[in-house]
């Protein structure tokens, strides 16, 4: 976990670098000689981390809109609010169509999505994040160097059993640790809310979202804090 987390940092802080400079695909590429779809993959690789902040988003505000108890979804009873359910349920699913098909199971697709939601919120982010920031500052570009690719057979066995390795996962798991914390408190605050109204119309949506980020990741958290303090 560790050599992959701060290696896919760097290379996403330095795409997003490539990204936000004047040799960038959808300005220089696109007045060169290079295709415009060629354009658009390398546009796509160098602005990746943007899904990032989707998906922060997605795991933050649902739950500080029930801590402030704001509604920013549509009732259960609004016709809009099946648009919302069909989206999120079609998301997953299309994840499961990728992954089991290709002589995956259930118990590996939900393995890298948790992956994917973890990377998602900690490195490219962070990674993102990095290279927003040194563009401002004017420090140099990111530096990448060679990595350790030999595989560790006892992390690889652990990987099997549904476990990841956090050995020197570090300032990683600090957006991770946040935001499941702030998942669980606007769930839980979001559902006493709902015992004491009897009302669940209002909030049934951020509950949702709250409460499947909480389930994704809450075993991995809690995996990262035995960790944390074994080590």
Not at 5 to 10: A, D, I
Not at 37 to 60: D, K, P, R, T
Not at 126 to 155: P, R, W
Request: hydrophobic share 50%; charged share 15%.
């Amino acid at each position: 976990m560790q050599g992959f987390s701060s290696q896919l940092t760097k290379w996403v802080a330095a795409l997003t670098q490539a990204g936000l400079s004047h040799l960038n695909p959808l300005t220089y590429g696109m007045k060169s000689r290079i295709r415009t779809i060629q354009c658009l993959c390398y546009a796509y690789l160098m602005y990746f981390s943007l899904y990032s902040w989707g998906m922060v988003l997605h795991a933050s505000i649902p739950s500080i809109s029930l801590l402030l108890g704001i509604q920013i979804y549509p009732e259960v009873y609004d016709p809009w609010f099946a648009v919302y359910a069909i989206a999120f349920i079609s998301t997953i699913l299309e994840n499961m169509s990728e992954s089991i098909p290709e002589g995956g199971s259930v118990k590996v697709w939900w393995m890298e999505y948790r992956a994917l939601m973890m990377m998602g919120v900690s490195s490219i982010w962070l990674g993102g994040v990095k290279a927003i920031v040194e563009k401002i500052i004017g420090t140099q570009g990111e530096k990448l160097y060679l990595s350790d690719k030999a595989i560790d057979e006892e992390k690889l066995k652990k990987y099997e059993k549904g476990k990841f390795d956090f050995q020197g996962i570090g300032m990683l798991a600090v957006p991770l640790i946040t935001l499941s914390v702030l998942n669980l408190v606007g769930f839980i605050v979001g559902a006493n809310q709902v015992i004491i109204t009897m009302r669940f119309e209002h909030v049934l949506g951020q509950l949702l979202v709250s409460s499947f980020f909480v389930f994704v990741v809450v075993t991995v958290v809690i995996d990262v804090l035995s960790f944390l303090k074994d080590y």
